[in-house]
């Protein structure tokens, strides 16, 4: 790694360690169901419609086997959600590449992937899902099961702060507030942000470009109804083509990639991710999604000491991870 590396590295850290302190102190304050955020002008009467549909009561906390059982619950059905989008998006809006229905396999894998913030990626985004499919499906997973991993994470530093208190805060009430008063408006100004920085946001249908330098590419050979032909069992005859165009992906990207970074998501609007000059076209883009990516994580070590009473405890908690994060970039690099 070169001096400019280093440098680059410096700078990544001293910026995370002086938004460490403030995020954790946020993350209080929305982790606190009478905590105050100053959003409540504009997000309270969006918070109390919240509780009203689900019959929540936001000062009743919950035991560990009521929050488990929420827990589930919902994980359940923005699973069930996901895979009927993904399985019906052939007849669902946003679809200008006319693209047909998730095949069921694949479509349960990305459903139960998203659901559970895994966000394995076995699939190509701009190649296979429709623009809701992306932001109806995904988005939404994006944004509550990143929430819901948070969620688990404050009740269990309520469990450890509490020691013999029998309750350990209320899953549906952390739900709501995480997303209302933390993911939701972070990700609306990064996603600003990013298209600042060339990072696309439209609904637009794909381009076809001409290429300059026309090539060659082997491809299966089909009959006229479009059937793959094969040459001998279980193998498809191959035939040369003549490639002149280029198509050009595009679609509402910014707001997809705000919420994959903050939420530590995986799962990019295009098959590349980050690496797409669509996703991430500039240097100070780049340096963005990495801090965001670690901006919350980083937040909860310092929410962890604050809840405690240990603030020592959180900052070694953050030592640490900062220490297993540069041997692996380290020897990555």
């Known amino acids: 790694m070169d001096i400019f590396g280093w440098v ?48 929540i009561d936001p000062d009743q906390e919950q035991d560990w086997k009521q929050f488990g059982f929420s827990l589930l619950l919902f994980s359940l059905v923005g699973l069930l959600f996901a895979y009927a989008i993904l ?31 895994t966000n394995w990626q076995n699939y190509a985004g701009e190649a296979t899902l429709s623009y809701f499919s992306q932001m109806v499906g995904l988005v939404f997973h994006n944004f509550v099961s990143a929430a819901t991993g948070l969620a688990v994470a ?41 298209v600042t920085q060339g ?10 470009a001409r290429l300059l330098e026309p090539y060659r590419v082997m491809v299966p050979q089909k009959d006229n109804a479009g059937r793959e032909q094969t040459d001998r069992p279980g ?26 970074m903050l939420g530590t998501n995986g ?11 669509f996703e991430n076209p500039t240097p100070l883009s780049n340096f963005l999604q990495i801090l965001a990516i670690f901006l919350i994580p980083s937040g909860l070590t ?7 009473r240990n603030q020592r405890h959180g900052w070694t908690i953050w030592a640490v991870m900062l220490i297993l994060f540069l041997a692996g970039m380290i020897i990555c690099w």
């Open 8 to 55: 680059q590295l410096l700078i990544f850290v001293l910026a995370l360690a002086l938004l460490t302190k403030p995020m954790g102190l946020y993350l209080a304050r929305v982790l606190d169901s009478r905590g105050r955020t100053g959003l409540e002008p504009v997000l309270k009467p969006m918070e109390r419609i919240f509780y009203r549909l689900l019959r």
């Open 87 to 117: 399985r019906l998006q052939h007849l669902l809006p946003l679809n200008p590449q006319g693209f047909g229905p998730v095949p069921a396999d694949l479509a349960f894998n990305t459903a139960a992937s998203f659901a559970t913030n």
């Open 154 to 194: 404050a009740a269990l530093v309520r469990g450890i702060a509490r020691a013999s208190a029998k309750t350990i805060g209320n899953f549906w009430v952390d739900l709501v507030r995480l997303n209302l008063y933390l993911l939701l408006p972070l990700s609306l100004v990064f996603a600003l942000v990013l």
């Open 199 to 208: 990072v696309i946001q439209n609904f637009k249908a794909y381009d076809r």
């Open 235 to 260: 193998k498809a005859g191959m035939t040369e083509r003549e490639q002149e165009t280029q198509t050009i992906a595009q679609g509402p990207v910014a707001s997809q990639v705000a919420i994959k």
């Open 267 to 277: 799962g990019g609007f295009f098959n590349a991710n980050a690496a797409h000059p």
């Open 302 to 308: 310092y929410y962890l000491g604050r809840t405690v």
